[in-house]
């Protein structure tokens, strides 16, 4: 059963005891540098599930940290003990990248761990700990600060950006998947005999003489109650071609963003733009960039209208709701801020509660697509259904850019009915994966 909700875990290596020795791991990295798969023991087995995220924590040595990382490409199953005792064990398949090099320090040590995220016991633990989204946030962004910079000081120059992707995902996730090529070619269809107009543009080209000439492009949308298929023509003197086509939504909330940077296509049609305020960073997949990209200045503020659509979406359970921290766990939270420990009448240490309701999260931290994230909000009010030519559609606002000075951003949020089991109502906690969109303010 493939996982709705990607998860992180912290799986833990102790090369001195493991099964999976130093030599083998130096033997894997020299021998795979592009990823290496295997299996691996995991406590908490039956939280997890195929697609989720792992760490993989080195501990019990001088070089003790976050040395690589990866998904779950199976689900759990039992089988003999790796140590060779009589017991069974649950185990995941997991592929393994980004690998740290294992004489040396990984760039997240865990004195940084420690110091960072001092609510996680970075040096004890099993192998398998289901991390709170809270602290898979923190980690996800430490982490990639850290190797941002590490591959700064390399000069590694590596373009990872997809600059030639599809829409298949997002025209899957408002219509039928079972025949997406049919459908992608019905809307095609749809757009070319009732769309209308909207922006020009150009693109520059080699010719056939290996000259740089201008190519006009022709934007041509058709829109129902806010919503619509938009597409990119491409006008040459013998054809005209239909380059780009994908969903778009055209009611997004107005938020003004410096920009900070600009991943193109390779087509030069479309863009990713990611930009930011006070609160925090957006990117997002730009549907008129064709039309509006001789505007753009790194470092200048636009006004851009953001909207989303979830890639998948489900309403968090209420056992989820909230999670306790204890034992040791809950003395290293008491103490990290400088406060006492809190016990209990029999002496124990009292646990810490925390409310994951009304978390406010966006994880946008895949180079490839930069625009797609990960993200949990409360429902901001009602959830309104619409039909997108036949697929019904929630139409849920949610909350981005939360932080401690702001209550958060509101936006529409577009996701399948199908995902969920009800519709979500108000103050009811979603998540999944999601889409950014957005256009600079417009009068269409």
């Known amino acids: 059963m493939k996982n709705k909700f990607v998860k992180t875990f912290l799986l833990r290596w102790n090369p001195t005891i493991s099964g999976f020795s130093l030599d083998a791991y130096r033997k894997a990295v020299s021998e795979y540098p592009d990823g290496f798969g295997m299996g691996w023991a995991i406590y908490e087995w039956e939280q997890a599930h195929e697609g989720d995220f792992y760490y993989m924590l080195r501990t019990g040595d001088e070089n003790a940290g976050i040395v690589f990382m990866g998904t779950f490409t199976s689900e759990p199953y039992e089988a003999d003990d790796w140590a060779g005792t009589t017991n069974k064990k649950h185990y995941v398949d997991i592929d393994c990248y980004d690998y740290a090099p294992a004489d040396k320090k990984p760039a997240l040590d865990v004195e940084t761990l420690e110091k960072n995220i001092p609510e996680i016991d970075w040096r004890n633990g099993h192998s398998g700990e289901l991390l709170s989204p809270d602290i898979a946030q923190k980690l996800a962004k430490l982490y990639g600060d850290l190797n941002e910079q590490r591959w700064d000081e390399d000069d590694v120059d590596e373009e990872v950006f997809d600059d030639n992707p599809s829409h298949g995902d997002h025209w899957e996730s408002v219509c039928d998947s079972s025949d997406l090529e049919d459908s992608i070619i019905g809307f095609a269809k749809i757009l070319t005999r009732r769309g209308k107009p909207c922006l020009k543009g150009e693109i520059e080209e080699i010719d056939g003489h290996g000259n740089r000439v201008n190519i006009p492009t022709i934007g041509i949308n058709y829109i129902r109650d806010g919503v619509g298929i938009q597409g990119v023509i491409v006008c040459r003197e013998d054809s005209n071609e239909l380059k780009t086509i994908f969903p778009a939504f055209y009611d997004g909330t107005e938020i003004e963003l410096q920009l900070t ?120 009010g009602r959830a309104k259904t619409i039909d997108f030519w036949g697929c019904p559609l929630y139409r849920i606002p949610i909350l981005v850019l939360r932080d401690e000075e702001s209550e958060g951003t509101e936006i529409p949020l577009y996701a399948k009915v199908i995902f969920f089991d009800h519709k979500p109502k108000k103050g009811e906690p979603i998540r999944g994966h999601l889409w950014l969109m957005g256009r600079l303010k417009a009068e269409y």
Not at 356 to 376: H, T
């Open 261 to 380: 940077r600009i991943d193109e296509f390779e087509s030069g049609i479309e863009a990713v733009l990611t930009g930011e305020n006070a609160h925090g960073d957006l990117s997002f997949h730009d549907i008129d960039y064709y039309a509006r990209k001789s505007q753009y200045k790194i470092g200048e503020k636009y006004t851009f209208q953001i909207a989303a659509l979830a890639l998948n979406s489900e309403t968090v359970p209420k056992e989820e709701w909230e999670f306790k921290i204890e034992g040791e766990d809950a003395v290293k939270f008491y103490t990290a801020p400088g406060d006492e420990v809190k016990y209990l009448k029999d002496g124990s240490v009292k646990p810490v509660t925390i409310a994951a309701k009304n978390l406010v999260a966006l994880l946008q931290n895949n180079d490839a697509y930069p625009s797609c994230g990960e993200f949990q909000s409360p429902v901001q």
